[in-house]
Nanobody
Framework: QVQLVESGGGLVQAGGSLRLSCAAS?????LGWYRQAPGKQRELVAT???????NYADSVKGRFTISRDNAKNTGYLQMNSLKPEDTAVYYC??????????WGQGTQVTVSS
């Protein structure tokens, strides 16, 4: 089973930037970033296929960019112009080449106003 490890979270002021990374232990197909704020359901942030096709939630379009390096089995989420409402635990999710779906442990992103 593929393991996912997120990194790059932290505390940032509104308007700032953070870059999240998701390192997979093996080859992956679709990769996605999700987030869950306190008291709210987990929601989709962005997805990217192995070929590079992307999809974004309306709330992050124009501010966040998802990317990946297939040679390194690593995905990224560049987050710019961060807002307090972006505060959440961010999770990486991926489909392995064997069809299994896996979640990472999550990384906290806190945006202060």
């Amino acid at each position: 089973q593929v393991q996912l490890v997120e990194s790059g979270g932290g505390l940032v002021q509104a308007g700032g930037s953070l870059r999240l990374s998701c390192a997979a232990s093996g080859s992956i197909l679709r990769l996605g970033w999700y987030r869950q704020a306190p008291g709210k359901q987990r929601e989709l942030v962005a997805t990217i296929t192995r070929g590079g096709s992307t999809n974004y939630a309306d709330s992050v379009k124009g501010r966040f960019t998802i990317s990946r390096d297939n040679a390194k089995n690593t995905g990224y989420l560049q987050m710019n112009s961060l807002k307090p409402e972006d505060t959440a635990v961010y999770y990486c999710n991926a489909d392995s080449v064997y069809g299994a779906n896996t979640w990472g442990q999550g990384t906290q992103v806190t945006v202060s106003s």
